[in-house]
């Protein structure tokens, strides 16, 4: 029997070509194309009173300059508004280039074309924009007070109010035994894959069609969006993502200005044009996330069970509102974790500041989330003196209430049903990983040696797999080689090692003679796209549903040539046989040979299907319920989103002199469903939990109060190095299947970055003794907590009612 | 504007290439753009994250901070020159794959050219030294935990395949 691909530690396909040079990101193409910079805003907040191109025009090499005056059509109108929501009051998008106000620095105001990036910059620098600045709006508490208001026509600032509610909160709370009331805050981050974004266009004139590639998480999308601001039909436009430098969500925005203004530029001119962004521009003009308050005030008993829970916080999502308000939606819902509280109500608005957009950023809304839940179930355990672990067992949503329904909305549009998990069994396997039954008398032995180490805990359950759907195409050669291609994209996750995996075990054939394509809109025009750690959960799927379709017609086939029944059929290493008599067969190829009855033969193996070769004359070549060709195509679209949850702890040492906070272990229990490859499944692990420690300890988006971005480079924004990072993350899985999907899967991109801020908070705290209550924190931070709350008795104080430090 | 053009040649991976550019050419773009070696990536133009490094005359360098006129004549080992003539994955290249050490491989090829210079320098390094020798290369995809691991797996391939080239050249009746 061929092995069972699916479950093994299989190494990447990807990495051969990746490893010798010979991958192909975007700037790697278009060698021969003219290339485009962009005039951004220096201001956050202005109006434009003119713009002056006329010492620009002297530039050699130049071909173009194009200003909102020389958009036409949908592409003088806004960028779309891609997620609408009935809470939204105010949703304001940006246009392709600023028409006469800029709301951020970095906005887009004008682009240059020239025969080189070097001579598209020496332009830019030479046209003269006029400015009348305008008071800008930074940061959450400038946002709320709404002195000033980014968009004249979104009083308050509010791009919207939601508010969800199950139970009686308020009357929950009043009647609980015991109180608190937290105050948290959580900092902007970004995403900041390794490679910008980018984009290359070619127009066919002769065909009038466009060709386009673009450093995408949704090629379909940029199709789509394309061709209705450049007025195209969409069979005229293909978008082929090429390999991706890392997403993490940045990338999933579409389209971006220069998405639409490069194929603009590409049709008008009549040559291809090309955009590759650098580092400052990601920093000013792509997106960010992260940024809440937050308040929150629970109603408990004795045991800590939470009786009601009310959480109300404030959402900072930029200068504008392209993703909607899928951010805060996410906060909203998945902050209740593994948690059931008796009552629960959420009341957030989605506020406009004059700075760079906010869309999803690995984890979308649920690392902020995860910390308002467990921070508030910390502040329990103190203000009870119960251990953390018992706290949160106490709340936990049991094996046998699955499925769970919240009685929710989630951001899907459908109601919050948690489809599987066992919450005490991960709880159980983390407490042993840690040690956390030992862990009181290490601390305390620790504190004798004048040592300061906390642990910290954190829980999160995670929507993945969200729909709407996604499709596969499972093709057989009659080489015997297997194409497959799905819509989705990738950037870096390993997909066409995984899906080949799937489709090695549904069709019996080597994974050296199968090829994944992603992300190309030629060969999978449907498509939604790569995020919500959804690719292995809806393509993985669907591919798996076109393998088996594509499987029924090989035996069908087979079956017929080799007079036997389909079901005494087998597919073992690319050779359908009859079971038990393995001299009975034949192979994959010539199986696809005889699926396309030929007229004409042109070599050898095609001769078996031609018309004086079989069939049978009483019969059409082509049944009426048939085709021909061996190939399937399918599509599955979840009925909601499967959860997959898990559990990190992390042991921190803080530097009683300097307040360094240092990294002594890391451990992560993960419960994913079916695992398809360990090795990739680990790799994001991994990856995720650095961006963690990032996000938590080091990197911050610093704006200062005129909304200059402060620290848009990688001297300042602080991404982690490998001295940064915890030198081993010890990883326990707990396999729990989905029952939504044929092959049990749950996904796992994000899920390493979701409770990292949860977790060092809780450890810190632990170290201090005194709550953390905002984040990042760096060793400045903590120096100055340590400061503030010198003089008072800091141990085991309470979290609760602690003003945020910013 | 562009200022004054330079003819100039450089030897990369073992051939002389030739390239006239402008003063203010990045090596970077030259490697990539001017002589058409795509594997080197540009990842923040500020000499931060490394992924640009290329071994001149041996030595990692970020190439996004030299201008191309500035190495003329000069010896340039890129990404597209560590595999064997046949192609083979260098003991660097076949470690990264072994061990998960890339996810989108955009970082990788600044990693590959540190580690392979990193390793004539320390051939037998402990998992200190390994994180030492990436210590000034950014990665956002792997969390860096892999490529120590490559690190270490490298220095085995290579000492491995050292012990077989050494046993051949005893049956052969050389020298080892």
Known sequence: MTSRMVGEAVKRVEDPRLLVGAGRFLDDLGQDAAELAVLRSPHAHARITDIDVTAALEVQGLLAIYTYEDLTGPLADPLPLLIPHPAISAGRTQYALAKDEVNYVGEAIAVVVAENRYLAEDAVERIVVSYRPLTP???????????????????????????????????????????????????????????GRGVLAQWDSDSQRLRMWTSTQTSTGVRAAVAAKLGLDLGRVEVITPDVGGGFGVKIVHPWPEEVLVPMAARALGRAVKFTEDRREHFISAAHERGQLQQIEVGFDATGRILGL???????????????????????????????????RVEFDSLYTNTVIVTPYRGAGRPQGVYAMERTLDAIASELGLDRSEVRATNFIQPSEMPYDHGLIFQDGRPLVYDSGDFPATLAKLKALVGWDDWPAYQAAARAQGRQVGLGL???????????????????????????????????????????????????????????????????????????????????SAIALAARMARRKVLKVAADA?????????????????????????????????????RYAFDEASKAATQFVVGDSDLPPVNEDDEP????????????????????????????????????????????????????????????????????????????????LQNASFMDFLMPYVSEVPESIEIDHLETPSPLNPLGIKGAGEAGVIPSAAVFASAISDAEGFAITAMPISPSDLFELRRRHAGT????????????TR | MTGSWHELTLIVNGVPLRATVPARRLLSDCLRHDLGLTGTHVGCEH???????????????????????????????????????????????????DCHGLQCGFCTPGFLTTITAGLIGCPDPTADDARDMIGGNLCRCTGYQNIVAAVLRAAELTRAAAGEDADAAVDSGQAP
């Open chain 1, 562 to 598: 080799l007079e036997a029944n389909p079901e005494d059929l087998e597919i073992v290493e690319g050779m359908v046989r009859v079971k038990g008599a393995p001299g009975v067969a034949m192979s994959l190829g010539t199986v696809a040979v005889l699926s396309n009855p030929l």
């Open chain 1, 310 to 344: 009310s959480v109300r916080f404030w959402h900072d999502n930029g200068a504008y509102l392209p993703y909607g308000l899928i951010v805060p939606i996410i906060t909203s819902t998945q902050l209740l974790g593994p948690y059931k509280p008796g009552a629960y």
């Open chain 1, 629 to 708: 060709g061996l190939e399937g195509r399918d599509y599955y679209s979840p009925l909601r989103s499967t959860f997959a949850n898990g559990m990190h702890a992390v042991i921190v040492e803080t530097d009683p002199e300097t307040a360094e906070i240092k990294i002594l272990r890391y451990c992560v229990v993960h419960d994913c469903g079916t695992l398809i490859n360990p090795l990739i499944v680990e790799g994001q692990v991994h990856g995720g939990v650095a961006q963690g420690v990032g996000g938590a300890l080091y990197e911050r988006i610093v704006y200062d109060d005129a909304g200059q």
């Open chain 1, 137 to 195: 709006v930074v940061g959450v508490q400038a946002a709320r007070a709404a002195d000033h208001l980014v968009h004249e026509d979104a009083p308050g600032n509010v791009a919207a109010h939601f508010v969800q509610e199950v139970g009686d909160a308020a009357a929950a709370i009043a009647a609980a035994p015991f109180r608190l009331e937290l105050e948290l805050a959580i900092e902007r981050s970004a995403s900041t894959p390794l490679e």
């Open chain 2, 47 to 97: 000499g931060v994250c490394g992924a640009c490094t290329v071994l001149i005359d041996g030595v990692p360098m970020r190439s996004c901070l030299l201008l191309a006129v500035s190495v003329d004549g000069q010896a340039i080992t890129t990404v597209e020159g560590l595999a064997g003539p046949d192609g083979e994955l260098s003991a660097v290249q076949q470690a990264f794959q």
């Open chain 1, 793 to 804: 008795d800091g141990h085991n104080e309470s979290i609760a009612k602690k003003e945020p």
């Open chain 1, 458 to 540: 954190a829980c999160y359950v995670e929507g993945t797999g969200v729909g709407p759907y996604e499709g596969g195409h499972v093709q057989i050669e009659t080489s015997g080689r297997v194409k497959v291609a799905t819509g989705l994209t990738s950037q870096g996750q390993g997909h066409q090692t995984a899906f080949a995996q799937i489709v090695a075990d549904e069709l019996g054939v080597s994974m050296d003679d199968i090829e994944v394509v992603t992300g190309d809109t030629r060969r999978f025009p449907y498509a939604v796209g790569t995020f919500a750690s959804r690719a292995a959960v809806t393509s993985g």
